[in-house]
């Protein structure tokens, strides 16, 4: 008679049709773009979109079944996903190193093409002190809502925690509209000089990663609201603060070193 039972804590996954579903979206997705870049054909691109989130939706949701419900998230497994988060960040953080390296090596030695100045000349950057400073108090803000909501969960305080999830959402999503708001005020593009290729790719990526983070935050709300989450057993909420922190340690470095110093 087999023995079903396992004498370890670790959790050997099950046979699952998300790796080779990913492989296959990312894939489209990828080739997708470059038709997309070639013939201004999107059909392909939106179909590996389609897949990618699709799988990425039914690949989580097991993942939350079985950290939940099926109490395959040991100590030893979740203390395996703490060190893959913080990885995880690590490999960000090294991501957004490279655009500091890329605006300071152009700030501060500029070359004659752009005038031997920096900003470049006919380059008007932000004022530091109208929408970015505003988007600095809701990025610290919104870190004192997400800490507001880990402690009231460690301490079985539901009703703050949800109240406090909510208002983090909230101002990444204001954030993400003030951003939008000023780049469609911008009175440079991405490729107005090294300036604007800095700018844009630096701010528009940590823009991307407030949309993702604010994403992961919202799927955390809906399941504290399932009541997922218990005082000893929350990583998945615990992932979504560090990578929020995480959001907001960059920004106030952007803040301080393109719209501040680099104006």
Known sequence: MKNNFNYHPYHLVDYSPWPLTASIGILTLVTGMVKWFHNFNMNLLI??????????FQWWRDICREGTFQGKHTILVT??????????????????????????HSSLSPNIEIGAIWPPVSIHPFNPFQIPLLNTIILISSGMTVTWAHHSLMENNYTQTIQSLFLTISLG????????????EAPFSIADSIYGSTFFMATGFHGLHVIIGTIFLIVCFIRQLNKHFSSNHHFGFEAAAWYWHFVDVVWLFLYISIYWWGN
């Open 47 to 56: 179909l590996g979109y389609i897949i990618t989130i699709l799988t990425l």
């Open 173 to 184: 999503i204001y954030f993400t509209i003030l951003q939008a708001y000023e780049y469609l």
């Open 79 to 104: 203390k395996g996903l703490q060190w893959g988060m913080i990885l995880f960040i690590v490999s960000e953080i090294l991501f957004f190193i490279s655009f500091f390296w890329a605006f300071f």
